[in-house]
């Protein structure tokens, strides 16, 4: 079992940055890909990001590349999103999730999820 629990949302102007926290505990954190999704209000659950269980292997949505960037802490058992350049369809819930071996990008392919915090980029 993998608990995890995001922070670092909140509300921001366009152009702005914010960067979310994942803390995980539980199962060895290092044995899991961690990725970030995000869900707007009548959307699904979009993916974000993800980063492999050894942090070489990084992959993100289009839209994102060069404005956000994952990573994670190994020794804090902690995963991050850092988000710059926020535009207002950057609102949305955001949530990590955490999925035994390979790196995946699908949401059904993710075991455990966070709780969610939300993020509101103002125009």
């Known amino acids: 079992q993998v608990q995890l629990v995001e922070s670092g949302g909140g509300l921001v102007q366009t ?13 060895t954190f290092s044995s899991y890909t961690m990725g970030w999704f995000r869900q707007a209000p009548g959307k699904e659950r ?6 492999g ?11 994102m590349k060069g404005r956000f960037t994952i990573s994670r802490d190994k020794a804090k058992n902690t995963l991050y999103l850092q988000m710059n350049s926020l535009k207002p369809e950057d609102t949305a819930v955001y949530y990590c999730a955490a999925a035994l071996g390979a790196l995946v990008t699908a949401a059904g ?13 103002s125009s």
Not at 109 to 121: F, I, L, R
Request: overall charge negative; proline content about 0%; glycine content about 14%.
């Open 109 to 121: 392919n993710y075991d455990y999820w966070g709780q969610g915090t939300q993020v509101t980029v």
């Open 46 to 51: 979009e993916f974000v990001a993800a980063i």
């Open 53 to 63: 269980w050894s942090g070489d292997r990084i992959y993100y949505t289009d839209s």
């Open 15 to 27: 152009g702005g940055s914010l960067r979310l926290s994942c803390a995980a505990s539980g199962r």
